[in-house]
T-cell receptor, first 117, second 114 residues
Framework: GAVVSQHPSWVICKSGTSVKIECRSL??????MFWYRQFPKQSLMLMAT?????????EQGVEKDKFLINHASLTLSTLTVTSAHPEDSSFYIC?????????????FGPGTRLTVT | EDKVVQSPLSLVVHEGDTVTLNCSYE??????LLWYKQEKKAPTFLFML????IEKKSGRLSSILDKKELFSILNITATQTGDSAVYLC??????????????FGQGTILTVHP
């Protein structure tokens, strides 16, 4: 089946620093990638939709200047958490979708656990 | 606002029992409904449902969608301890030309005791 990787799998950073998380589709081309955040014992909340070669679309309440998304190629999207604060500590998960059109499977990466101290 | 509601929120059973997990939704521009299993890390795909009344099966798991009543069920028969996980229901909606946007339910925490 399709494989999506994320790097790093966990990261600890100091408050005020920036952290970059990579999401790669390993065996297919992902026209669209999605970034989710999951707090403990809660469900996944969509943060933004990333389309290759265009600007990301952010969900309501997600600061685009804080969570920078770049989708420069069909196999790579990056999420940069700028000036991270302890409240940004969370589990960040990306997913990738092969091709365009409706009702296609979406494959999730293994997630990145971010802890901001 | 799109909404996906799962029930029950948690369920404790013994090995061999059969469980039914429920997912109801209210969304605009429905495309598909997906079920995922989440253990310690990211969700793993179980089923995608797009048509009403067609059961999808994979081993001891099966799922069906009712687009008229806006719900889906996930059945697990002869449960095993390895089935213990959070089961997530998500609905894909269309937003303009952007496909694939998922709205997740809260999840059902299933615990299977030996």
């Amino acid at each position: 089946g399709a494989v999506v990787s994320q790097h790093p799998s966990w990261v600890i950073c100091k408050s005020g620093t920036s952290v970059k998380i990579e999401c790669r589709s390993l065996d297919f081309q992902a026209t669209t990638m999605f970034w989710y955040r999951q707090f403990p014992k809660q469900s996944l909340m969509l943060m933004a939709t990333s389309n290759e070669g265009s600007k990301a679309t952010y969900e309501q309440g997600v600061e685009k200047d804080k969570f920078l998304i770049n989708h420069a190629s069909l196999t790579l999207s990056t999420l940069t958490v700028t000036s991270a604060h302890p409240e940004d500590s969370s589990f960040y998960i990306c997913s990738a979708r092969e091709g365009g059109g409706p009702a296609l499977k979406q494959y999730f990466g293994p997630g990145t656990r971010l802890t901001v101290t | 606002e799109d909404k996906v509601v799962q029930s029950p929120l948690s369920l404790v059973v013994h090995e061999g029992d059969t469980v039914t997990l429920n997912c109801s939704y209210e969304v605009t521009n429905f495309r598909s409904l997906l079920w995922y299993k989440q253990e310690k890390k990211a969700p793993t795909f179980l089923f995608m449902l797009t048509s009403s009344g067609i059961e999808k099966k994979s081993g001891r798991l099966s799922s069906i969608l009712d687009k008229k009543e806006l719900f889906s069920i996930l059945n697990i028969t002869a449960t095993q301890t390895g089935d213990s996980a959070v089961y997530l229901c998500a609905v894909e909606v269309a937003g303009g030309t952007s496909y694939g946007k998922l709205t997740f339910g809260q999840g059902t925490i299933l615990t299977v005791h030996p």
